[in-house]
Every structure is written in structure tokens, then in C-alpha cells.
């Protein structure tokens, strides 16, 4: 619950800071690594002897970051929001099916329910969107698509690490390797990184704080206890969390469809969590 109202701010702020997409995310990740470092210098024990499979999962699950960032952000530059908001909620099916075949996850009939319900709700609110006339485009689609799918093997690595790394040292090479790879599509796109005004900065800041180091951390904590399938699942909540939030802090009402996908959303989560097999917990 804490990570999904946390990452809920990311359009908030997202829309508040007057910098390129590509410029916010480098920002976002780059400070959240600059945050983390004095915490991680200070128990760099816990970087000492670690298993070079864990390493390099944990570097590929921060490239597999950067790459939805990359992907995700761009794809507004072709599409609708809406058709984005559609696209990107497939993402738990590919983290499902992700989770089938390579961490022998297993689903029951109430998961598979509430997964269905949730997804569904996520096309509901993009298509109250779509009846409002905001164009689409196939290639601004395609990048949604694959920002969806990059997110997939971002949470189901994460769960791999996870269960034998503790937090901590996870997120700050899953962060800082999202960060450079971030800044390389800046310099090759010819992203400017500086002149951007104060109060853009304070929202860079902002989005490194809250929607990152407190949303993403706390989601990433908890795939050491809950399936990656439903850790994916649970993030469909985040454009419900957006809404409420874009009402009282930017005025933006939403569409009624909005309100009846939200619900099923959470209807579809609830179920889910039903029919969550918990993991063996393990002392973080």
C-alpha cells in the first residue's frame, strides 16, 4: 500500500517539472542513487562477497529499469495518454507469465480472477480517455508496449535477487545502473541535463524521494514476501492513486470511466491478494 500511494505522485510530479521525459527520469534515478550512497558506503560490507549471479541479475534488473523509463516516457511524445494507460496495463500478464516459467510462481483461480479483473479495469479507464478524442499513433503504442514488457523482467529479476539479498544493496546497483544507462540515452538523444528552473529541480528531487527511494524501494522490499505476479498487479493501482491525487492538487477531473475502472482495479487486487501464496519470510 505504501509503495503504490508513493509511486502514485510520479504523474504528479512528472507533470509539474517543465523538463524533457528522458531529462526527468535520468534525474529521478540519478538523485535516488545519490541518496542511497551514504546509507550504502556506510555498510559497504554488505557489497563484499556477493555472488556474481546476483550481481549481474541485479545490473540487469536496473538496465531492464532504465529501458521501461526510456521506453515508457518516449511514448508519450507519439501517443495518448490513454493509449499508453492501456498498453502499460498488460504488464502483469507478462510479469504472470514471467513468473510461471521462470520462478515456478503459482496462480489460483481467485489470483487468475482478480489479475483479469484488474487488467481489465486499466483498459476501462484508457478507453474513457480514448472517447475524449486524444489521437493515437502505432509506434507510440509499440513504445508503451515495450515499456510494459521491459517492467516485466524488472520486477521478476528483482524477485530473483531478492530472495537471497537484502534490500539495500539491491536497489542501489538496480538504481545507479538505471541511472547511467539513463544518462547514455540522454547524450546520444541530446537531452539537455542542465538551465532547467528551480522548481523543476525541486520536482527532480521530489521524484527521486518519493515515488523512488519510498515507492519503488517498498515494492521491491516486498518481493522477497509476495509474488512478483502480485507485486506487478498491485501497481495497477497507481493510476486510481494519480487520480485522486491530480484532483485535489491539480484541479484535473476525471472521467467517468475512471471512476468505474479504479473500482474494478482495486476489486481485481483485492481478489488477487486472496489468492496470494505468500513466501517463506526470510530476515531482510
Known amino acids: 500500500m505504501i509503495g503504490v500511494i508513493a509511486v502514485s505522485f510520479a504523474a504528479i510530479f512528472i507533470r509539474m ?3 524533457p521525459a528522458l531529462a526527468i527520469a535520468f534525474y529521478r534515478m540519478g538523485l535516488s542513487s545519490l541518496m542511497l550512497f ?7 560490507e554488505k557489497l563484499r562477497n556477493l555472488d556474481r549471479r546476483v550481481i549481474y541479475f541485479s545490473l540487469a534488473a536496473g538496465f531492464f529499469l532504465a529501458l521501461h523509463f526510456a521506453f515508457w516516457v518516449q511514448a508519450f511524445t507519439y501517443t495518448s495518454v490513454a493509449s499508453a494507460v492501456v498498453f502499460v496495463s498488460t504488464q502483469p500478464l507478462f510479469v504472470t507469465a514471467m513468473g510461471l516459467l521462470f520462478l515456478r510462481e503459482k496462480i489460483n483461480r481467485l489470483f487468475l480472477i482478480g489479475l ?3 487488467v481489465g479495469g486499466g483498459f476501462l479507464i484508457g478507453w474513457g480517455d480514448l472517447t475524449m478524442g486524444e489521437p493515437e499513433a502505432i509506434r507510440g503504442n509499440l ?4 515499456g510494459a514488457i521491459f517492467a516485466a523482467f524488472y520486477f521478476v529479476l528483482g524477485s530473483r535477487v531478492r530472495a537471497t539479498l537484502g534490500l539495500l544493496p539491491y536497489i542501489f546497483m538496480a538504481y545507479t545502473t538505471a541511472a547511467i544507462f539513463l544518462l547514455g540515452f540522454c547524450l546520444i538523444w541530446g537531452v539537455p541535463l542542465l538551465g532547467y528552473t528551480s522548481s523543476t529541480y525541486t520536482f527532480f528531487f521530489l521524484l527521486a524521494l518519493i515515488p ?5 524501494s517498498s515494492l521491491n522490499w516486498s518481493l522477497k514476501y509476495l509474488p512478483a505476479s502480485f ?3 498491485s501497481i495497477l493501482g497507481e493510476p486510481v492513486g494519480a487520480t485522486v491525487f491530480a484532483f485535489f492538487i491539480l484541479g484535473e477531473i476525471p472521467h467517468y470511466l475512471t471512476f468505474l475502472g479504479g473500482g474494478i482495479i482495486l476489486i481485481g487486487i483485492y481478489l488477487a491478494l ?3 501464496k505468500k513466501k ?3 530476515k531482510d
Not at 523512488?212 to 519503488?216: C, F, Q, S, Y
Open 17 to 19: 517539472a517543465d523538463a
Open 38 to 44: 551514504p546509507v550504502m558506503y556506510m555498510q559497504r
Open 116 to 118: 483479469l479483473l484488474a
Open 143 to 146: 513504445l508503451a508496449l515495450l
Open 212 to 216: 523512488t527511494i519510498i515507492g519503488h
Open 231 to 233: 507485486v506487478a498487479l
Open 274 to 276: 486472496g489468492g496470494v
Open 280 to 282: 517463506r519470510r526470510i
